[in-house]
């Protein structure tokens, strides 16, 4: 499918697209989007606020002449930041995890940055034209938002619970549907977890720097034995002012790599979910067609039969998009999990590499300060 | 006589007590013989002058009273012993036979006796009977006083007990004295202006004895060994107090060394070989006056062998013995050391908690009035008890009773590398005997607990109450140090308790992701990352107990250490207090004094000379008093002193071993996490 319609093709690279810079304006953020055109070295720079991504997402959500648009696991859009409520600093926790951690918003612009990555790079979304506006008009995409149609995530929740257990005919699907039910929990309680972790070093990292900055107190110069025991508090405050670091350090590596990695995993089970659900919902529909139209008076049933052949091959569809879509999808999340776990775990080991080091420097100036 | 006549010669200043115990124990003889020589020439001068100095000095005194005697006397008393003490000696011999049984002044008085001996015994006694007796005595007695003040100062707690004493023994020497009432007289009257003061003295007599600290101790031994010894268990208490006083300038230590030194002399000369030993170092029966000074002469032994401490104790293997709430735990202290002072080098014992409390009241009851600093032990903790007792092997109370025992190790090793502290007998008997008694124990305990809950209650008032003026730059820093010390180390304290709580919780977090990452892993389908995520788990669980480790490190290195300085920083206030305690004695006693001399002036002026004598009388106590308790504080002072500068270069020394010992924790876990890495890394590049 990929440049089979040249003049659909996106005119940026997907790998180029980073978004270099957020600006905070009272509750706006404001991102700097930069991007590579494909066939020249001339770079494009836009700004974009929040209610465009939204608006791009749902642009790709109600793309029209796309067949099995329904069978496709859209790329998960982060959800709405709101700065502003600092006070409600656990409420954006819980509603954006891992992504209202790190400074300047730094992993929420990650975030936003490989979901148009991942848009960019789908053999088939790259084709839709809000992307390629979104990415080089200059002017703001437009407002118009409120178009949630078939996708309205409130009406799904209703159904899901009693479509979610609706036996499949395709056992592909049944398992794939099982599974990724386990995934997306087990995932989604892996990166709570995480982030309990994270925020716990981060609590860790701020009482060290407590104790080291009262450490200070203690010093005193009136006489012999206040000065040793002055420098031995220093020592102390600086080595404990090491291992905070370290704990920022190792916070910050875990957010920045697994914790983004997870979080991620988590989303797109999520999407891959909500993927399923649509198909589990276009099933029941063709299934009670057939009802129908085995009951269907003799008159009618012509119309019926037709309107039956057309939902089942809008299913098939569906079902065939579907799968290509989880078998992309599956060799992708291995391979971006590996590389975020390969890069946690290079991190983490130079951390301790880093720290190692620093501590045995320490040790050996405490052990000659013990001999002096 | 030989073995005399040897000693006398050579220490002559100090040599005069060697000489009196000769002439006490040997008696009679030894004077007829040897000191005649001597003495007669001298003595019938000397009998002639005193009276007349009698005369006439004791109006001078009366007027300007005590004040001129005691700067005299107090300078002289060396000096005067030697000469004088000759002449008059004979004189007060007499009285002393005589009259005054009481005139415990006498001992001192003996060092001189040996040249005086023959003399005084024969002539001297006639004349001096009638009325020279009371001068004798109390001339003696004066120089006691006012000498003896400096030593007791010194000695601090003991005057009194030993005036008790004193008189006992005047008893008993009353005895010696008429065999061997020449020595008695000798120092009497070397104090010349001492005579006027004797009818004073003869009423205050108590008053004298109290200045003499260690002949008291001695005496008492003495006594108790044998009667004859007596005079010269005096002398030698005599032989002391001169020590004392000529090094009083110097440090209580070395006045105390001094006296060691006195003490076995005179000792040999009785023969009696064991009872130096005995009576200075450590015997429990000596009086705390004894104590005192023996500890400051094993404290100069420990500074000097400071560097060869070697002495190793540890506390393990707690065990709980007993069922319901008579339930309490044992531990096993084994020490392990090369110093002489213990029976062999390693020995265990089993000790329970309680005991370790019961240490800790004997050794503060003895040794924190004197201005040490005697480590607290941790406090009792009822409701961890309770857990253990209940005998629930949960987390907490395994937790609880391995955080007892590693205080406890603390609380000994603290105990044992104070010099002073090591000597004492109380802490080899519980490190060494196989049963402690059981008085000891938790009843003891629940009582005296109360009595300190109430004189911690006083404590306070007075504290409020007491608005020292503090003279003493040093001791005015100090005090501000160490509270403003104290404040921060609860704040650190606070901030390590907090850091701890949050190292358990991230253990705990860890634990919990671990096993969401192991969930992630089982319903993983692509086999190699399902296997790296199980891989990972695993490395989640180490970390998860590195960090559980390095919590209880941050712990016990920080939190259990700056617990236990909270609590030392509380002793070493309270040495502050106790200081503070000794001076305000000093202050009452001299506001007492500053009364009774406006009391005298007032009846001088109107003209009572019958409730006069008996005003002077309460002066020269009052004096007597104000000097001593100078003393006290002087030398409390100097104790503290030390024991802050020694407690702030433990606690330096201290916190470098827990930092030392904390970075190698740090660095330990560190690599520990750089191996789990390094095996990870693999695993992760093997996802396909």
Request: glycine share 4%; proline share 5%; charged share 30%.
């Amino acid at each position: 499918m990929e440049g089979s319609s040249a003049e659909a093709a996106l005119s940026v690279s997907a790998n180029s697209i980073r978004i270099t810079d957020v600006t905070q304006d009272g509750d706006v953020l404001t991102f700097a989007i930069a991007s590579q055109k494909l066939n020249s070295s001339a770079g494009v720079c836009v700004f974009r606020m929040y209610e465009d991504f939204d608006w791009l997402q749902q642009s790709l959500f109600s793309e029209e002449n796309l067949p099995g648009l329904q069978g496709i696991i859209f790329p998960p859009l982060p959800s709405k930041a709101l700065p502003s409520q600092s006070n409600t600093q656990t409420k954006a926790l819980k509603q954006l995890g891992f992504l209202a951690l790190g400074q300047d918003w730094q992993s929420y612009c990650k975030a936003l940055e490989f979901y148009l990555q991942q848009v960019a790079a789908h053999p088939t979304l790259c084709k839709c034209k809000a992307l390629d506006s979104f990415l080089i008009n200059s002017e703001s995409p437009g407002k118009q938002r409120g178009r949630k149609g078939i996708f309205n995530r409130l009406s799904q929740a209703v159904e899901e619970m009693r479509k979610e257990s609706h036996k499949d005919v395709d056992n592909f699907f049944q398992n794939e549907r099982n599974k990724n039910t386990n995934l997306a929990a087990s995932s989604k309680v892996a990166t709570e977890k995480l982030l309990d972790v994270v925020m716990t070093e981060q609590k860790l990292a701020v009482a060290c720097g407590h104790f080291a900055t009262s450490l200070h107190l203690c010093v005193n110069q009136d006489d012999a034995a206040a000065v040793a025991f002055s420098k031995v508090c220093l020592k102390l405050s600086d080595v404990i002012e090491a291992v905070k670091r370290n704990y920022e350090k190792v916070a910050s590596n875990n957010l920045s790599t697994l914790g983004l990695g997870l979080d991620l995993e988590s989303r797109y089970q999520e999407s891959e979910k909500e993927m399923l659900f649509r198909r589990t919902c276009k099933l029941i529909e063709l299934e009670t067609v057939k009802k129908g139209t085995e009951k269907a008076k003799a008159n009618k049933r012509e119309v019926m039969e037709a309107f039956q052949k057309a939902v089942e091959k809008e299913f098939n569809l569906i079902s065939s998009v579907a799968k290509q879509e989880i078998e992309r999808f599956h060799s992708s999340r291995v391979k971006v999990l590996k590389t975020f776990l390969i890069g946690w775990c290079e991190l983490q080991l130079n951390t301790a590499k880093e720290f190692a080091e620093l501590y045995s420097q320490h040790l050996e100036a405490c052990r000659n300060m013990y001999s002096e | 006589m030989a073995a005399s006549s040897e000693r006398s010669p050579p220490p002559f200043p100090d040599s005069e007590e060697p000489e009196l115990l000769e002439d006490s124990d040997e008696g009679a003889d030894a004077f007829t013989g040897t000191s005649i020589s001597e003495m007669d020439s001298p003595s019938p001068d000397s009998t002639r002058p005193t009276k007349d100095i009698f005369n006439d000095p004791i109006e001078e005194i009366f007027s300007d009273p005590l004040s001129t005697i005691n700067s005299e006397p107090q300078k002289k008393v060396d000096t005067k012993i030697h000469s004088p003490s000759s002449d008059e000696a004979v004189d007060l011999f007499s009285d002393a036979l005589d009259d005054d049984s009481e005139v415990m002044s006498s001992p001192e008085v003996q060092n001189p006796i040996p040249d005086l001996l023959d003399e005084p015994v024969e002539a001297p006694k006639s004349d001096v009977l009638g009325e020279p007796p009371v001068h004798k005595n109390a001339a003696g007695q004066q120089d006691v006083l006012e000498d003896p003040p400096k030593g007791s100062s010194k000695s601090s707690s003991v005057k009194k007990a030993a005036s008790a004493e004193l008189f006992d023994d005047d008893e008993d020497e009353e005895d010696l004295f008429n065999e061997t009432p020449k020595v008695v007289t000798k120092k009497p009257q070397p104090s010349g202006p001492p005579v006027d003061v004797f009818t004073e003295v003869k009423s205050d007599v108590k008053v004298k004895p109290q200045v003499k600290d260690d002949p008291t101790d001695l005496f008492t031994e003495e006594a108790l060994t044998a009667p004859a010894p007596k005079p010269s268990a005096s002398s030698s208490s005599s032989s002391r107090t001169n020590g004392v006083h000529s090094e009083e300038q110097d440090l209580f230590s070395e006045a105390t060394v001094e006296l060691s030194l006195d003490s076995p002399l005179n000792d040999r000369k009785k023969k009696d070989d064991v009872k130096p030993s005995v009576s200075a170092p450590a015997a429990p029966v000596a009086s705390s006056s004894s104590k005192a000074s023996s500890k400051t002469l094993e404290e100069l032994e420990e500074e000097e062998s400071e560097d060869k401490f070697d002495l190793n104790i540890s506390v393990t293997n707690p065990e709980k013995v007993g069922d319901g709430m008579n339930a309490y735990m044992a531990y096993k202290v084994s020490t392990q050391t090369s110093l002489t002072m213990f029976r062999s080098k390693t020995f265990t014992v089993r000790r329970r908690f309680s005991d370790f409390l019961g240490l800790y009241e004997k050794l503060s009851e003895k040794h924190s009035q004197n201005g040490y600093i005697v480590p607290p032990p941790p406090e009792k903790s009822i409701l961890g008890m309770t857990k253990v007792k209940v005998g629930k092997e949960d987390h907490s109370s395994a937790e609880f009773v391995e955080r007892r025992r590693a205080a406890l190790e603390r609380y000994l090793q603290r105990v044992v590398s104070h010099p002073s502290l090591l000597q004492d007998p109380d802490v080899r008997e519980f490190l060494e005997k196989e049963e402690l008694p059981r008085a000891v124990s938790t009843q003891t305990l629940s009582g005296a607990g109360f009595l300190k809950m109430l004189n911690k209650a006083t404590d306070a008032v007075s504290k409020m109450t007491i608005k020292m003026n503090e003279q003493d730059v040093w001791f005015d820093e100090k005090i501000q140090d160490v509270e403003n010390e104290e404040q921060h180390m609860r704040k650190l304290h606070v901030m390590v308790e907090s850091l701890v709580n949050h190292r358990k919780e991230l253990s705990g977090n860890t634990a919990v992701f671990a096993k969401s990452v192991a969930m992630l892993g089982s319903s993983e389908d692509n086999t190699a990352l399902s296997r790296a995520l199980s891989q990972l788990a695993e490395v989640e669980d180490r970390i998860e107990q590195l960090h559980q480790e390095q919590a209880s490190n941050d712990f016990f290195t920080f939190s259990e250490l700056l617990a236990d300085y909270i609590r030392l920083l509380g002793a070493v206030k309270g040495c502050f207090d106790q200081r503070m305690k000794v001076w305000q004695r000093w202050q009452d006693a001299e506001n007492m004094l500053q009364k009774k001399r406006e009391a005298e002036a007032k009846l001088l002026w109107a003209n009572k000379p019958d409730k006069l004598q008996q005003a002077k009388d309460e002066i020269a106590e009052w004096e007597a008093k104000v000097t001593q308790y100078e003393r006290e504080f002087e030398r409390i002072s100097a104790t503290v002193r030390k024991e802050v500068i020694r407690f702030d270069k433990e606690k330096a020394r201290d916190f470098k071993r827990q930092i030392v010992k904390y970075l190698e924790s740090l660095l330990n876990s560190q690599q520990q996490l750089i191996k789990y890495w390094e095996a990870f890394l693999p695993e992760a590049k093997a996802i396909a």
